[in-house]
């Protein structure tokens, strides 16, 4: 089995509510609902037009079962609740009635009202939405965590050996500074372990280990991993180190023979989006990886990312490892 299968068992066993947000626009994600329902990985929460919703399903021969909720957007039983909550929580915005009204009718915004009232467990969107609206979405709605700084994202990475990997961050932060390393650092750690079951081993990565080079980037960090270490005491960590000695034992041996983390490393941390991206990508196309993600961390409520590119399984994906970080 799988690490994404178990993901899916280990979601199937909760029976949450999945909020998709972007139901009345994309095919994809009524099939993805459909999987949802007959698998009984979770119950699906579609927003948009009923009737519009109700044909796309017949016109493409899926199954609507009872299982399977409908809500409007502008549903008039929550209607003055909604703006109030939106002229509230954006009061420092300095909006016009016009606007606020407008990001009541916008979905993701709306997926995320649900989420902060506890009407859905997790949201998953970004089949058609870009990454930055998701985000933003995301923080004018459920907010960043009281444990966090920032919102941040990872990839769990499952190899074709069956190790899994969490990489960071490979999406969202450009250039991070120290103090932000430290949070992606300990977030990753969080998601990894709600992913995994398993305590994080992370390193810091970089192009020098201890000191076998000596540069601005390095300072960084090294600073990064000693916020990090004394934050989380409990976990082990290190850094900074190059690539192979955080993944290789042997190679570990000679570079950082007193390491508790070389050679051991499960969860990659990244000096800036750059490195995270190219390096996931490359794992996943010519590594022949299974990336999933990017998996958003840092909010109050899991509300999860999606490629504009992605696959019905990848919706799927998204909605069960929503359902675990929620839980």
């Not at 606007?99 to 009407?119: K, Y």
């Not at 983390?261 to 996943?284: C, Q, R, S």
Request: proline residues 4%; glycine residues 8%.
């Amino acid at each position: 089995m799988s690490h994404i299968e178990e993901i899916r068992n280990r979601a199937a066993v909760l029976q949450k509510k999945v909020l998709l947000p972007e139901a009345g626009q994309d095919i994809r994600v009524l099939k993805a609902a459909e999987i949802l329902d007959r698998e009984k990985l979770a119950f699906p929460v579609l927003l948009g037009d009923r009737n519009t919703i109700t044909e796309q399903f017949k016109e493409n021969r899926l199954h609507l079962s009872t299982g399977i909720e409908i809500r409007p957007v502008d549903d008039p039983a929550n209607r003055d609740e909604i703006y109030l909550f939106f002229k509230e929580k954006l009061s420092h915005k300095n909006l016009s009635e016009e606007e606020v009204r407008s990001l009541c009718l916008n979905p993701l915004f709306c997926a995320g009202w649900m989420l902060t009232n506890n009407l859905g467990d997790t949201a998953v969107g970004g089949s058609v939405a870009s990454t930055s609206d998701v985000i933003r979405a995301a923080l004018r709605t459920v907010g960043v965590s009281k444990e966090s700084s920032l919102v941040s994202s990872t990839f769990l990475m499952e190899m074709k050996n069956g190790q899994v990997f969490s990489y960071a961050d490979c999406a969202v932060v450009p250039y991070p500074d120290a103090g932000q390393l430290a949070s992606i650092a300990i977030d990753t750690g969080h998601t990894h372990k709600k992913l995994t079951g398993k305590d994080p081993v992370i390193a810091f990565l970089s192009f020098s280990t201890h000191g076998s080079a000596r540069h601005e980037r390095v300072d960084l960090v090294k600073e990064a991993f000693e916020i990090a270490r004394k934050k989380q005491t409990d976990w082990v960590m290190d850094g900074e180190l190059q690539f192979d000695t955080a993944y290789l034992p042997e190679v570990a041996q000679r570079k950082a023979p007193g390491s508790t983390a070389a050679g051991k490393a499960d969860v990659y941390i990244f000096p800036n989006l750059d490195a995270g991206n190219i390096a996931y990508k490359i794992t996943e196309r010519m590594g022949g990886a299974t990336a999933t993600g990017p998996v958003l961390q840092g909010l109050s409520k899991p509300f999860m990312d999606l490629s504009r590119g992605c696959s019905v399984d990848d919706i799927v994906n998204a909605a069960c490892v929503g359902v675990l970080l929620g839980s």
